[in-house]
């Protein structure tokens, strides 16, 4: 058990600290795990169409209930098997990796009932093992947010939680304030670019967004990741959200994802006392998302 540092009252700005990739496997769910346990983490996304998401489910359930933080849908249409048949989407059963979807993406060519079937599966297996909605949806490689694939999500969104809509995650964030932060700019401005047009998407529908982006990087050691989370803690936005991938690597992630040392060099830093000295230092705390700002008003649908 973790002893968390008490917040100094309300003088603490609330951001939303959320780790990706929950469910990939138990090497990754655990250290996410413990990271909510500490208080270093207010949110996570989870890989709904893996083993590991079933597994693990009712014991973050009864962490949550004790460490509250958001749990969400990380949509996951790159490098994993589909849930659904995906038809002229997945190959064999297995989903496509994002250099190709990224192409289909821009040239209008992705299969649009394949999208929403997928999201669907992915919907209906993050609702049976943990018996309510997500509180916000993402996309693993930030693929929910591509041309195409973004409309068919918010659609679905407001379809299934019209009374009650998920935030959902906002790739962009105004040019000056990631010039500002230097680190991960040019990561920043594809990611960015690729995903313009979605947030003003979903404020229209109504749906909540963060107003500031912050996490990437090369995955490189080089710079090291505490200079990394310390400059996605500084700058402007009222509605900060920090995203990151800690992790053990286990043989379960060796065999699903090619992302392996940059996992436990940020579970090393977010796990250590120099990180809570950074928030404290940054005057922020973590958050959930509805402490950070209230949604926009009204959905329509009309344009975009």
């Keep these: 058990m973790f002893v968390r540092r008490t917040p100094k009252g309300n003088t603490l700005k609330p951001i939303v600290i959320c780790a990706d990739d929950y469910g990939l496997s138990d090497g990754v769910s655990a250290a996410i795990e413990e990271l909510i346990e500490r208080g270093r983490l207010s949110a996570t996304g989870a890989m709904t169409g893996l083993p590991g998401w079933k597994r693990r489910a009712d014991g973050l359930r009864a962490l949550v209930a004790a460490y509250p933080a958001d749990i969400g849908l990380h949509f996951t249409l790159t490098g994993q098997r589909a849930l659904s048949p995906a038809r002229g989407l997945a190959h064999e059963g297995r989903l496509p990796e994002i250099g190709p979807l990224i192409l289909r993406a821009l040239a209008g060519a992705l299969p649009r009932a394949a999208l929403r079937d997928e999201l669907r599966a992915q919907l209906d297996a993050f609702e049976d093992a943990w018996g309510a ?68 998407r979903a404020a229209r529908a109504g749906i909540a967004s963060n107003d500031s982006f912050r996490g990437l990087y090369g995955f490189t050691p080089d710079p090291p990741y505490r200079d990394v989370f310390r400059a996605s803690l500084r700058g402007p936005g009222t509605r900060v959200l ?23 060099r940020e579970l090393a830093y977010l796990r250590s006392g120099a990180c809570g000295e950074d928030l404290e230092a940054a005057g922020v ?19 975009g």
């Design 133 to 200: 909605p997500p509180d916000f949806i993402d996309g693993h490689q930030h693929a929910h947010a591509l041309p195409g694939i973004r409309a068919v999500v918010i659609e679905e969104m407001v379809a299934r939680y019209g009374g009650r809509l998920p935030w959902l995650r906002n790739c962009t964030e105004p040019l000056a304030w990631a010039r500002r932060r230097g680190l991960g700019l040019r990561k920043a401005l594809v990611v960015g670019t690729l995903a313009a047009g979605s947030a003003p």
């Design 242 to 264: 920090v995203h990151c991938h800690p992790g053990m690597v286990d043989e379960e992630l060796r065999r699903l994802d090619p992302l392996l040392a940059p996992r436990e």
């Design 285 to 303: 705390r973590p958050a959930r998302f509805r402490e950070t700002g209230a949604a926009p008003a009204g959905p329509s649908l009309a344009g």
